[in-house]
């Protein structure tokens, strides 16, 4: 079994940074793309920005130059650095991860539980 685990979320004020993290743990043989998306109500899930496990990244319009994505491969982790926050970044933000459980087939998409942002005065 794998879980993935989302933490860092909160409130923040407008123009605010928050980091988020997403560990990944259990029977992990190996983790290739990492990414994080984001849901506000009433609208559909969206992507925020992925990385490879080279490192190669992929961001959104929407957050493009304010959020960084990065991981560490040692620890399974990925972390989401989000600058110059706007009240329109107000979503649940989850993470996910492609992994191999087994060394066989292929590798299989996780969730994380997601974490609520919120950016507001």
């Known amino acids: 079994q794998v879980q993935l685990v989302e933490s860092g979320g909160g409130l923040v004020q407008p123009g605010g940074s928050l980091r988020l993290s997403c560990a990944a743990s259990?029977?992990?043989?190996?983790?290739?793309?990492m990414g994080w998306y984001r849901q506000a109500p009433g609208k559909q899930r969206e992507l925020v920005a992925a990385i490879t496990r080279g490192g190669s990244t992929n961001y959104g319009d929407s957050v493009k130059g304010r959020f960084t994505i990065s991981r560490d491969n040692a620890k399974n982790t990925e972390y989401l650095q989000m600058n110059s926050l706007k009240p329109d970044d107000t979503a649940v933000y989850y993470c996910n991860a492609e992994i191999m459980t087994s060394h066989y087939g292929s590798p299989i998409r996780y969730w994380g539980q997601g974490t609520q942002v919120t950016v507001s005065s």
């Open positions: 259990g029977s992990i043989i190996s983790l290739y793309s």
